[in-house]
């Protein structure tokens, strides 16, 4: 065991940044004295105001602490102030709810949401005290386990970990939890215990990983009826995303060929409008929020939008809640919903300037559904944001001006509707990172060279627009995270190598060390642009071995396509035979 300081820490906490973030005690924290079997600890690999607006996390939190013999905590990365302080004053990190070490716990898991929060695990174990490796830790050390969206493609972080989920964890880290705590009733050795968790569907053990054997996805299944937190943490600072959040439902129809989730969380899931209505009330009754986000990766092609609209609207005319609509397709965009919304800015993402690259990437959207955004007008929204990738495979810098001629229509548009007032338009551009589980996991990631030119130019473009202000993604971080989608096993040692360089808090500004990087990609024989190169459609891929329901065939054939520039239909028109529907009913068809 590994003893906390309390009366140390807190004269600690008294000397940092922000000293909320690591309390504890947010309302509706459930009841952490009962008696359990086996306790979990989640871990976020990044601050407090990022990992409390993760509704996964919450998700699996809330169906652990509702099991009578199990409880679940929680651990955020510590700032830097606080991880060098812990460091100085040998405490080890601790849990949010009761101050525990977290080397005492029975599982701790990671949820990796991003790429270029690698370092920051070995940050956390290395605060705990923890070795990093599986590999070294004995019988003593909990079980430590990750899931999130990187599980798509485990290998550049495997060696860190005994079991890595791949898919949703709603039932498969409840599983592991049981079996654990079956192991310390039984005195089952570790080995014999990652044996039991190895057959869970939807878990990956990569010491006992045998080559050519298929790791299949977990999902679940029945979605109306899965759990869902209605007695959400209402943190004790603002953070980033600080609502009542609502999920409508699970995969996405349209098909977007770079888009990671909208494949990997296949088959659609869809809940009834009647039960979200009710879980939503249930939410804002026991958290007090003044604001409602509805939340799935394209809210507007929800099946039953307008009845939900108009059940929530009731609701939140009476209980004086604004409702939030996130990014929406152009295509589904209608004045009706905006309108039972009282937010003044809308969130589009047409993602390429011209109709013929957004046939190559399938977004079935038009130049006449971006003129949809004169709705919005109508109903008195005053600003827009626009989201954009550059570097999309066959781009070029005629599709860059693509962007910016959609920025002056939507002027055009708003001049003929208001004249008194002028419109704010906000356009932030990402770079292309090719993904594993997408029709483009083989393109090629443009090198960093090409990112600055093409930002220089469209800056350029978009400058000469009144009222328009641009945002872009950095190069070298680009750079990163596309090595660590498509990567493989030897990612491990780079990662560990720049982490004892300093490297930390790589998805921050102020923190991310591109020379650090390039030392610990060079020190391990490693090219740093390996992985960014395009890949032979008949090559093996380092994630080949997980099974995630669309086949790699599926996504060979709308590759081909999207070099033919023609585009597949939206799932709700008809099935296009991804194959995902054999892991579970799609409920849209």
């Known amino acids: 065991m590994h003893f906390v300081d309390l009366k140390k820490l807190k004269e600690i906490l008294l000397t940092v940044e922000k000293p909320s973030r690591y309390l504890g005690g947010e309302f509706n924290t459930p009841d952490m004295t009962k008696k359990a079997r086996a306790k979990f600890c989640f871990c976020f690999p990044d601050v407090y105001e990022i990992g409390m607006s993760n509704l996964g996390l919450q998700i699996l939190y809330d169906i652990i602490n509702s099991q009578s013999d199990f409880i679940a905590e929680r651990c955020y990365a510590p700032w830097t102030d606080l991880g060098e302080k812990l460091k100085q004053n040998d405490i080890p990190l601790f849990s949010l709810e009761t101050k525990t070490a977290l080397s005492d716990f029975d599982v701790v898991g990671f949820s990796l949401q991003f790429e270029l929060l690698y370092t920051n695990i070995l940050y956390m174990l290395d605060l705990a005290k923890i070795p990093f490796r599986a590999s070294d830790r004995g019988e003593e050390y909990p079980l430590i386990i990750a899931g999130g969206p990187c599980a798509v493609n485990p290998e550049p972080f495997k060696d860190f970990f005994d079991l890595i989920v791949i898919g949703e964890g709603e039932e498969v880290d409840l599983e592991i939890l049981k079996l654990k705590a079956k192991a310390k009733e039984e005195g089952w050795t570790k080995s014999e215990l990652l044996k039991k968790c190895a057959m869970l569907t939807g878990v990956y053990c990569p010491a006992l990983h045998k080559e050519g054997e298929i790791v299949k996805k977990a999902i679940v299944a029945d979605f109306e009826n899965s759990p869902y937190p209605t007695s959400l943490l209402v943190p004790n600072i603002n953070i980033v995303h600080d609502r009542a959040v609502m999920e409508l439902y699970r995969g996405c129809a349209s098909g977007c060929r770079f888009c990671q989730a909208g494949f990997y969380y296949r088959p659609i899931r869809e809940r009834s409008a009647k039960r979200i209505a009710s879980l939503a009330?249930?939410?804002?009754?026991?958290?007090?929020?003044?604001?409602?986000?509805?939340?799935?990766?394209?809210?507007?092609?929800?099946?039953?939008?307008?009845?939900?609209?108009?059940?929530?609207?009731?609701?939140?005319?009476?209980?004086?809640?604004?409702?939030?609509?996130?990014?929406?397709?152009?295509?589904?965009?209608?004045?009706?919903?905006?309108?039972?919304?009282?937010?003044?800015?809308?969130?589009?993402?047409?993602?390429?300037g011209t109709q013929r690259l957004r046939d190559v990437i399938n977004k079935n959207i038009t130049d006449a559904d971006i003129d949809n955004i004169e709705m919005a007008f109508d109903a008195g929204y005053t600003s827009v944001k626009l989201y954009f990738m550059m570097g999309l495979p066959t781009e070029t810098y005629a599709d860059l001006d693509g962007i910016a001629d959609i920025c002056l229509r939507l002027k055009e548009l708003f001049r003929k509707k208001e004249r008194s007032r002028s419109l704010t338009l906000s356009v932030s551009c990402s770079v292309f990172v090719p993904k594993p589980c997408t029709p483009f996991q083989w393109a090629e990631q443009i090198s960093i060279e090409e990112m600055l030119s093409r930002q220089r130019y469209l800056k350029e473009k978009l400058r000469r627009i009144k009222g328009v202000k641009f945002s872009w993604h950095g190069a070298e971080t680009s750079c990163l995270e596309g090595a660590f989608a498509r990567g493989d096993g030897s990612l491990c040692s780079v990662i560990e190598t720049a982490y004892l360089k300093g490297c930390r808090f790589d998805s921050w500004s102020e923190h991310f060390n591109w020379e650090k990087w390039t030392e610990a990609f060079a020190e391990n024989g490693v090219a740093v642009d390996k992985f960014a190169k395009a890949i032979d459609l008949g090559s093996p891929l380092p994630w080949d071995f997980i099974d995630t329901g669309v086949p790699k065939e599926y996504f060979k054939k709308e590759y081909l396509k999207a070099m033919e520039q023609k585009t597949t239909c939206n799932c709700r028109e008809k099935c296009n035979g991804c194959g995902a529907s054999k892991l579970g009913r799609c409920t849209i068809l």
């Not at 939008?305 to 589904?332: A, Q, W």
């Open 281 to 352: 009330e249930k939410i804002i009754d026991s958290t007090g929020y003044e604001e409602l986000s509805l939340c799935s990766l394209s809210t507007g092609d929800y099946s039953h939008l307008k009845e939900l609209i108009g059940y929530l609207k009731k609701m939140s005319d009476e209980k004086h809640v604004d409702l939030s609509l996130p990014s929406l397709r152009l295509n589904s965009f209608e004045g009706d919903i905006v309108q039972n919304s009282r937010r003044s800015s809308l969130t589009f993402a047409p993602e390429a």
